[in-house]
């Protein structure tokens, strides 16, 4: 049926170009006609790879933005709070799901070691990106995920401060 529609839509250019502006190129009577029979199935082909692209749909063309692979001491150590009293749960998941888990958890990791690398630090901000991570993981209650979230957002806030700390006795 789609094959239908796009017989029948018409090229704009060779629309815009009437057959009397189109310049002729001299080609023996007998050639001719061969020439005609050929060209018709050229012209839907082109007109099909032509309109091919605007039929895959826009999602299908996301771009996954690779996660840093750099390992410092703060993002080591934050990693390790995250995963703090999670391997019950982690070892119930499915393989797919775990590598969700984990690409998800690297990917809030990051984002959290750069909340953390700003001059005022956003603990909501911390607190949401934990909370959204740990919803991957299935039947977990609501209020043990958030109350979960507020432990780990804690221990990742005295990070900073020790580490706040230590930079201020390298300066002086």
């Not at 839907?44 to 605007?54: C, F, G, I, P, V």
């Amino acid at each position: 049926m789609t094959d239908k529609k796009l017989d029948n839509l018409k090229d704009p250019v060779d629309s815009a170009i009437s057959e009397s502006e189109r310049p002729k190129q001299e080609v023996p009577a007998n050639q001719e006609k061969e020439t005609q029979n050929h060209e018709q199935p050229i012209a839907k082909k082109s007109t099909l790879e032509k309109y091919a692209n605007k039929l895959v749909p826009s999602k299908a063309k996301k771009v996954i933005k690779p996660i840093p692979q750099i390992q410092d001491e703060v993002l080591v150590k934050i990693e390790k709070i995250l995963e703090s009293g999670l391997a019950d749960e982690y070892t119930k998941l499915s393989p797919i799901t775990k590598q969700e888990f984990k690409i998800k958890g690297e990917e809030t990791t990051a984002k959290i070691r750069e909340l953390l690398q700003a001059t005022h630090i956003k603990v909501k901000k911390i607190f949401y990106l934990i909370v959204e991570w740990l919803r991957i993981l299935p039947g977990i209650n609501k209020f043990f995920l958030e109350q979960e979230a507020k432990i780990k957002t804690d221990q990742i806030i005295e990070l900073y401060k020790k580490q706040k700390e230590k930079d201020l006795n390298k300066i002086l």
